[in-house]
T-cell receptor, first 114, second 117 residues
Framework: AQTVTQSQPEMSVQEAETVTLSCTYD???????LFWYKQPPSRQMILVIR??????QNATENRFSVNFQKAAKSFSLKISDSQLGDAAMYFC???????????FGTGTRLKVLA | KAGVTQTPRYLIKTRGQQVTLSCSPI?????VSWYQQTPGQGLQFLFE???????NKGNFPGRFSGRQFSNSRSEMNVSTLELGDSALYLC????????????????FGPGTRLTVT
């Protein structure tokens, strides 16, 4: 069975600094997708970034980028120039291609310090 | 385009009762997934419906059930409520097709906060 592990329950970062959130996963599948979702306090969960496993190039979305290490089954999220609005719970998620059974990690709470 | 809506937003029930939660997906989306979110446990997958059929199921007891209607709206039912069922229940919609990464992206509703006393 597939699993997703986020080993950092909480992280803090100074405004304008860079922070990296860790995520590891376990799967025997070769075709899958990975996602990072953000859940701000009392607000809806939104997609931050996605990565197709068959793509070697790391995905980027403005200040958000990932470090996808397929062999190591690692999928970390880097947030550059952190802003107060980045404070949220961040969830890493895995999905085997062709299915719709998502597996989420337990989340990392990110605090941004002014 | 309107987002995913969930009703009610808050519910307080007594142990032993049953509850029904509703989710309306984004227009055009045919897949609706349900999750239970509790502190420290993250999101636990309950089930996924596509075109009125349960396509995927998580590891929850039979007290948790769902259905989907022809307009893709979905309901989740929990019978014989237990204290441990207190959680935020999230619904998410997506296209439901296998058309690449974009089709797998999920759009979440605001959730229903269920408290069982």
């Amino acid at each position: 069975a597939q699993t997703v592990t986020q080993s950092q329950p909480e992280m803090s970062v100074q405004e304008a600094e860079t922070v990296t959130l860790s995520c590891t996963y376990d799967t025997s599948e070769s075709d899958y997708y990975l996602f990072w979702y953000k859940q701000p306090p009392s607000r809806q969960m939104i997609l931050v970034i996605r990565q197709e496993a068959y793509k070697q190039q790391n995905a980027t979305e403005n200040r958000f980028s990932v470090n996808f290490q397929k062999a190591a089954k690692s999928f970390s999220l880097k947030i550059s120039d952190s802003q107060l609005g980045d404070a949220a719970m961040y969830f890493c998620a895995y999905l085997t291609s062709g299915t719709y059974k998502y597996i989420f990690g337990t989340g990392t709470r990110l605090k941004v310090l002014a | 385009k309107a987002g995913v809506t969930q009703t009610p937003r808050y519910l307080i029930k007594t142990r032993g009762q049953q509850v029904t939660l509703s989710c309306s997906p984004i227009s055009g989306h045919r897949s609706v997934s349900w999750y239970q979110q509790t502190p420290g446990q993250g999101l636990q997958f309950l089930f996924e419906y596509f075109s009125e059929t349960q396509r995927n199921k998580g590891n929850f007891p039979g007290r948790f059930s769902g259905r989907q209607f022809s307009n893709s709206r979905s309901e989740m039912n929990v019978s014989t409520l237990e204290l441990g069922d207190s959680a935020l229940y999230l619904c998410a919609s997506s296209s439901g097709t296998s058309g690449g990464a974009v089709s797998y992206e999920q759009y979440f509703g605001p959730g229903t906060r269920l408290t069982v006393t």
